[in-house]
């Protein structure tokens, strides 16, 4: 059985993927999710989504811009990101 | 006979119902309700265990597919706005840009907000047609109005040199000369 380690690294594979298919487009937060829990068995539940984004951008693989007028950030993919993969 | 597998049912439909099937899944209709409509819709008996099979096998691609759409949506919308230089400012394309893409990449979208963009886009098509009349009108006027001076150039001169006339009467009459009597 995966370690949770194991899967967190799996889901932010899975992150990465999906950013880089964006092809430098910004992905907002709740479609990133969704596509997450699509594409990641067993789906993530929503914290552990947001965990693995967290985490990509505190290390600088994923950059998020937020709204001036508010709302959830978009995301996308940053050169190290691109060179993870 | 052997009954068919319920996956390989599901493998078997005809692409549009594929296509249908993929559609409840990816926009997030547990199994259980996919299960009651493809019974319902295509008369066919399902598992969940075959509409995971059938999941892993169509939606994963699809999904990877839509993705692309929606990026060369965007990519589209960009070619189209890029075209007409001074029409937006970079911010503008951009951010026209940017919308085109999570509207595409959004199964859930608004049809009408997809058709709002376009309609943006396509009006300030419309907006340059006319700005080009405009200016081709405006051309035609002057083109007409240089014809006429030629062809009246003396009475203007003598107009110009009366000096019992004011600058307004000088105008007038000018005027009166190059273009007739105003319409009623």
């Known amino acids: ?85 | 006979m052997r009954k068919p597998r319920s996956d390989s049912k599901l493998m078997n439909l005809p692409e549009e119902q594929k296509a249908m099937l993929c559609d409840w899944l990816l926009s997030g209709v547990p199994y259980h309700q996919v299960r009651v409509l493809v019974k319902k819709e295509f008369s066919v008996s399902t598992s969940l265990a075959a509409l995971s099979g059938f999941y892993e096998t169509f939606c994963s691609a699809e999904l990877i597919a839509r993705r692309r759409r929606a990026v060369s949506t965007a990519d589209e919308i960009a070619k189209e706005v890029e075209s007409k230089p001074g029409r937006f400012d970079a911010a503008t394309i951009d951010a026209l840009k940017q919308k085109a893409f999570e509207l595409s990449v959004n199964p859930g979208a608004n049809p009408k907000d997809v058709k709002s963009l376009f309609m943006l886009v396509l009006k300030s098509r419309d907006q340059d047609l006319s700005e080009r009349n405009i200016e081709l009108a405006r051309e035609k006027f002057e083109f007409d109005a240089a014809k006429a001076a030629l062809a009246v150039l003396p009475e203007l001169r003598k107009i110009a040199t009366d000096r019992s006339l004011t600058d307004d009467d000088k105008l007038r009459q000018a005027r009166l000369k190059l273009f007739g009597d105003l319409p009623e």
């Open chain 1, 1 to 85: 059985m995966a370690t949770q380690e194991t899967r967190n690294v799996d889901g932010r594979r899975h992150v990465l993927q999906v950013l880089r298919d964006c092809d430098g487009y910004l992905l907002p937060e709740n479609s990133l999710i969704d596509q997450l829990r699509l594409q990641v068995a067993p789906a993530p539940t929503m914290s552990e989504a947001e965990e693995w984004i967290r985490w990509l951008d505190s290390n600088g693989y994923i950059a998020g811009i937020r709204s001036e007028l508010g709302g959830a950030p978009k995301w996308k993919i940053t050169d190290k990101g691109k060179l993870a993969l």
